[in-house]
């Protein structure tokens, strides 16, 4: 009896897994591992409800290759190490596409992981698709055959934000202030490099660095730009640093423009109009939800119509599916190993512009026009508003692609 039962469970249990593997073998599942709690929690979960809402859309319209898309969160807690346990989670899970985007340190030790793991598994295939991580070592001395970047790396805004302060006459004194970690030190180094070079009338008058989210008055540091008599500020301060920062700023009067990376995060928008710094705070990225191009206000207006007032920050996102499907679609596969050489060298139609971008094969990063917004009152011309604020972003340059195309170091070992 004790047997036949065992017998009788047993062919359940094989016959769940048999569904369960034919579910899997129906399903591409994308392992998006980012923070999803703790200090990096509101960028990680504007990913992940990014994210389910492109497979949404997707499979409405039949999926990709017949099958339907699945996003599978893995909360890293923005940690290196954390990370590569999820990963390895992920592997053991199945998933062979990991998206993560936030933090160059978690980003440069998940490429090393999936190289490492896929020489030591030839022809199985686990792709690393980064969207945020953007230390130029990523794709310089680093690169990777099995990582592939979709946001501009620190050197490629720079030079877009220096071509930009080239056209601005105005601009004769720049006073750098960065976080004190290699992120923080890459902006400066280029900063201070392309400026040079673009710009040898522009002086830089301070380059400083503060400590990593542990300053709560960013005073005496501001009192240091307004001695300086700088015009302008280069900063990629984010998170609270950049909050506090434009707060002390505001607090002290301090009438400068504001050039960074990340103002359009959470929290930066509301930072900005409780300083009371209209126009004079902006920001390089691959795009605004008030950009010009009918096709993506349509997009975003129809994500935040479903997500009220989450902000829509990652056109990224858009432009590293839509490659990723494209790519799946040449190939006539889902796998790894088959679709990978498909992605390089892909010319595609950008998201925020409809302009081409390119994936450069020789390292794997994705050259496309990048845009120069600022923050502040918006007519009817820019209907979207962010937090609550009744401001919005409106874009007063854009970058075009060849613009913005940078040598590289990288030496990719191909398989």
Known sequence: MKAAVFAAALGLSLSGLAAQSALAAGTIRIGYVDPLSGGGASA???????LDFIARQVDAKGGVLGEKVKIVPYDNKLSPQTSLVQVQKAIDDGVDIIVQGTGSSVGSAIESFVTRYNERNPGKGVVYLNYGAIDPSITNANCSYWQFSFDANVDVKMQALTHFIHSQPDIKK??????DYDFGHSVADAAARMLKKQDPGVRIVGDEFHPLLKVTDFSPYIAKIKASGAD??????WGQDLALLLKAAGDAGLKVNWYTYYAGLPGGPTAIKQANLPDRVFQVNEGVNNVSYAPARRMAATYIASHKDDPFFYPKL??????????MREAGSTEPVKFVPKLEGMRYKTFSSGEPGFMRASDHQLFQPLFISTFGPVGGAHPFLDEGTGWGWKVVAKIPSKA?????TCHMKRP
Do not use: W
């Open 44 to 50: 990680g979960q504007i990913g992940l409800r990014e």
């Open 174 to 179: 720049v006073y750098l202030i960065n976080q």
């Open 232 to 237: 302008s500020v280069i900063t990629a301060d």
């Open 318 to 327: 858009f432009n590293l599916t839509g490659m990723l499907f494209q790519a």
């Open 404 to 408: 913005t195309v940078l040598p590289t």
